[in-house]
């Protein structure tokens, strides 16, 4: 009984070490170090700086080798964005499932990872004839609509660093679980008004994306399919996801900007679920 309360106290400091690392004097000024972390919390130096060795160990904080001064690690960044994606996932299940129901076609829930867009969970249409699930696949971000809408709260600067990386990235990046699809995947979009060319055009699309709420795309990724896409925000008002829904183009015919509607509709519910305060 007495270790577990020795056990407990040590966690306790070690969380109170975290929480000074976490306030804005030391994001601001890029870390703190020992003696001024000791300072805030109340304890012998020599105290904190074992916690911090400790703590730089699990890589839960990190010490710049210039300066010495310490920083949340970027495990801690890690394990935070699997719970938030954790959180996302649980929430968009079910906005998942009735998106689905209503427009009667595949939906997704897609996020960006490593510049791309990775769909997380895919929600098949209930008829027969219907585009397949994606979980697991990475897509290029300029060749979907749920990448545009990913990024399109970006600014120029960010963009252009971005496009400069990934513009010219091939559609599948992986492939995933994804089931075999009676649609090819284009090796190139075919060219269409506002096609998009280069970064100058991707940004006139974002422009449009934040102007209507959504993005759409027409045989941009696969032969016969068209999709729409909407961003979800956080309590932070920062885009963390996009849903999306995909259908064969012969079922949709010219009723892609009301699909885009009904999937900017369904955003925005699942964003008020994450605490998004517009």
């Keep these: ?11 306790a400091r070690d969380i109170e070490v975290l929480e000074v690392l976490g306030r804005p004097e030391a994001v601001q000024a890029g870390g703190l170090g020992v003696v001024r972390i000791a300072t805030l919390v109340g304890r012998d130096k ?21 300066t010495q001064a310490y920083r949340l690690g970027s495990r801690l960044y890690a ?12 929430n968009a299940r079910g906005h998942l499932k009735h998106l689905a129901q209503v427009t009667r076609e595949t939906a997704h829930l897609c996020v960006l990872r490593g510049g ?18 994606w979980e697991g696949v990475t897509t290029a971000a300029w060749r ?12 120029t600067e960010s963009l252009a660093v971005w496009y400069a990386e990934h513009g010219h990235d091939e559609a599948v990046l992986e492939a995933g679980e994804r089931a075999d699809s009676v649609f090819a995947v284009l090796e190139r979009p075919s060219p269409r008004p506002n096609s998009i060319t280069d970064v ?17 795309s027409d045989e941009e990724l696969e032969r016969g399919v068209v999709a729409a896409s909407a961003p979800v925000y956080d309590y932070t008002s920062r885009i963390v996801a996009a849903l999306n829904v995909s259908a064969p183009k012969e079922r949709i015919g010219a009723q892609l900007d009301k ?16 605490g998004y305060p517009a």
């Design 144 to 155: 979907t609509p749920s990448g545009r809408a990913l990024i399109s709260d970006w600014d």
């Design 116 to 133: 791309n867009v990775l769909t997380l969970m895919s929600e098949l249409s209930p008829n027969r004839f219907h585009t397949t699930g």
């Design 46 to 66: 020599t105290v904190v700086s074992r916690t911090l060795a400790t703590l730089g160990e699990s890589g839960l904080v990190d010490r710049d080798p210039e």
């Design 1 to 11: 009984m007495q270790g577990s309360r020795r056990n407990s106290a040590g966690l």
């Design 200 to 216: 100058e055009s991707l940004a006139a699309e974002l422009g449009r994306v934040r102007e209507r709420g959504y993005a759409t």
């Design 79 to 90: 394990l935070a964005a699997r719970t938030a994606e954790g959180a996302l996932a649980w």
């Design 259 to 274: 699909l885009g509607r009904i999937v900017a509709g369904a955003a925005r519910e699942l964003s008020a679920a994450l």
